[in-house]
Nanobody
Framework: QVQLVESGGGLVQPGGSLRLSCAASGLIFSSYVMDWYRQAPGKQRELVARITSGSSTMYADSVKGRFTISRANAKNTLYLEMNSLAPEDTAVYYC?????????WGQGTQVTVSS
């Protein structure tokens, strides 16, 4: 079955950087659109970034110019490079494969931006 395992979260100071990874298995990774979502306490889960099988990308306005989504198909791995982090970026970040019926989610990785 499809498994998505996120890693790379942690505590970082405002202005800092982190790189999240999502290791995927159980699917032909290169064929799928892949998403990063996040959910802050008390808020709805929101789409942060998307990358297509052809590596076209899209970003939420709130992260545009600061975050970069990428994929390494040979490693079945999705990345999210996050720069200029701010306290409002604090959330659990999830890897997602969109499919009819809801798709697949990882367990999430916590990102906390605080001084």
């Amino acid at each position: 079955q499809v498994q998505l395992v996120e890693s790379g979260g942690g505590l970082v100071q405002p202005g800092g950087s982190l790189r999240l990874s999502c290791a995927a298995s159980g699917l032909i990774f290169s064929s799928y659109v892949m998403d990063w979502y996040r959910q802050a306490p008390g808020k709805q889960r929101e789409l942060v970034a998307r990358i297509t099988s052809g590596s076209s990308t899209m970003y939420a306005d709130s992260v545009k110019g600061r975050f970069t989504i990428s994929r390494a198909n040979a490693k079945n791995t999705l990345y999210l490079e996050m720069n200029s982090l701010a306290p409002e970026d604090t959330a659990v970040y999830y890897c997602h494969v969109p499919q009819p019926g809801g798709g697949h989610w990882g367990q999430g990785t916590q990102v906390t931006v605080s001084s």
